[in-house]
């Protein structure tokens, strides 16, 4: 393995917690518009974390391609798009931003265990957090003229962001349990830490 990608799947993870908290809506309505919600998964520290999660978990635990390494992401990113246009619709649920951080507590610990689950119910365990993301944002970007665009720049940095977990995730399959543990660990700490100031 290069050991410039391993220096860059331990920069990645040791970067996660320390990205600035970040919504679309919170700058007064200018923050929206397709690149707007490209750059906002990788802004807000909370979406970042648990983007690039998912796919390091499903690397690391993956068997084969199909279903394994792609159930997850693809199961966040078209639940995270269902619960945006719910929250467009006006739908919402209670505890949204506790659920949020209790996803990065929860990928954060899959991660470093390594628990490896049949891939209809990783899918259906992200995807069910994911639906919380996807409303913060659709309720964030109710109302706005091109809420659609951002949330296609929210979804086109999601899938990459996905990506990212999985090329690190790959890489650190070979590197020792250490290092999967100690990103793990920092993601799920977050999680704890932001649980705490909103629960």
Do not use: K, N, Y
């Not at 990205?19 to 919170?26: D, E, Q, R, V």
């Not at 635990?61 to 798009?81: K, T, Y």
Request: hydrophobic letters at 65%; charged letters at 10%.
């Amino acid at each position: 393995m290069s050991r410039s990608i391993l220096r860059s799947a331990v920069f990645a993870a040791a970067a996660l917690p320390l990205a600035a908290l970040a919504h679309p809506g919170s700058d007064a309505g200018g923050h929206h518009g397709f690149l707007a919600g490209l750059m906002h998964p990788l802004t807000g520290a909370d979406h970042l974390a648990a983007m690039v999660a998912v796919g390091l978990w499903s690397a690391l635990v993956a068997r084969r391609a199909w279903p394994d390494l792609l159930a997850a992401p693809l199961g966040f990113a078209s639940m995270l798009l269902a619960g945006a246009a719910a929250g467009l619709a006006g739908f919402s649920l209670p505890g949204v931003e506790p659920m949020i951080a209790a996803s990065l507590l929860v990928l954060g610990l899959l991660v470093a265990t390594r628990v490896r689950l049949a891939a209809p119910v990783a899918a259906a365990l992200v995807g069910a957090f994911a639906v919380f993301h996807g409303i913060a944002h659709g309720q964030e970007l109710a109302g706005q003229s091109d809420a659609a665009a951002t949330l296609a720049g929210m979804l086109a940095a999601t899938v990459a962001l996905h990506a990212v977990g999985i090329a690190c995730g790959w890489a650190l399959r070979h590197a020792g349990r250490w290092l999967p543990r100690m990103a793990g660990a920092a993601v799920a700490l977050f999680g704890a830490a932001l649980l705490s100031g909103v629960a």
